[in-house]
């Protein structure tokens, strides 16, 4: 890592030239996206004048980029008796609650308000999905799979839902847990480019590879 002065951003040296003066090729980050740690970069030829090398404050800047990454998420919540939600070490989920007690019977669909709004960072979004032991407890499925939360689902009145359908009878008790979730990355901007031929072997699906 170098030191731009006519930028003055940081770099990294990607080549050098055998001209004199020594050019430089340096890859500059001219941006850097706290929440999803992504770079944004810029090459350009410098000269060593141009160049500050500093190794003792790369150290200490490639101390500071170990440290795992914390996520601050702002969460409000729909009852004052909600077990607040606990901080979580690196890529466990958290459970979410039944805001209130419902009785159902087999063949009702119907939407668990989980009694939580939050504000997921930008360049993140949120899956819900049931825990390993929802069904045996309550015979109920997830309808949607999983429950996709946008960051834009970020208001005061934007309460999480679980929409499930029920296979028996059954009662969910307040504040039982009933799914968990968990953040994942927005993908990029994607741009479609439309072709006539991918120019790769089709590998086949949907079973061709056999069972043994
Ligand atoms: O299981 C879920 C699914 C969604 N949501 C919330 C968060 C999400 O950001 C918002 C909108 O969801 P989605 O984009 O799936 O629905 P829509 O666009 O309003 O409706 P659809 O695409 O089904 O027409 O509803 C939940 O609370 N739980």
């Known amino acids: 890592m170098v030191w731009i002065k006519s930028e003055r951003k940081k770099g990294v040296v990607k080549g050098r030239t055998r001209s004199i003066p020594v050019k430089y090729l340096v890859e ?6 706290k929440d999803t740690q992504e770079r944004t970069t810029r090459l350009l030829t410098l000269d060593s004048n141009d160049i500050d090398f500093y190794i ?3 150290n200490k800047h490639q101390a500071k980029q170990r440290k795992p990454l914390e996520l601050e998420i702002k969460i409000k919540y729909f009852d004052e008796n ?4 606990e901080d979580i070490a690196v890529g466990d989920l958290i459970d979410l609650r039944s805001r209130e007690r419902i009785e ?3 063949g009702d669909s119907f939407i668990i308000p989980l009694g939580v709004a939050m504000h997921i960072p930008n360049g993140w979004r949120a899956d819900v999905s049931p825990r390993s032991s929802t069904f045996k407890k309550w015979g109920i499925i997830q ?12 208001g005061d009145e934007d309460e999480w839902g679980l929409p499930v359908y029920a296979l028996n009878d059954g009662v969910i008790e307040k504040f039982d847990r009933v799914c968990q979730f968990e953040v994942i990355k927005k993908q ?16 086949g699906g949907f079973g ?3 069972t043994k």
């Open 28 to 33: 500059v980050i001219v941006n850097f996206n």
């Open 56 to 58: 003792e404050k790369n």
């Open 82 to 85: 909600y077990p607040p939600l």
């Open 104 to 106: 159902y019977k087999k």
């Open 143 to 154: 309808t949607n799979s999983t429950g996709k939360i946008d960051n834009s689902f970020s």
């Open 188 to 203: 990029p901007k994607i741009k479609f480019n439309t072709v006539k031929s991918l120019n790769n072997p089709s590998r």
């Open 208 to 210: 061709s590879t056999g």
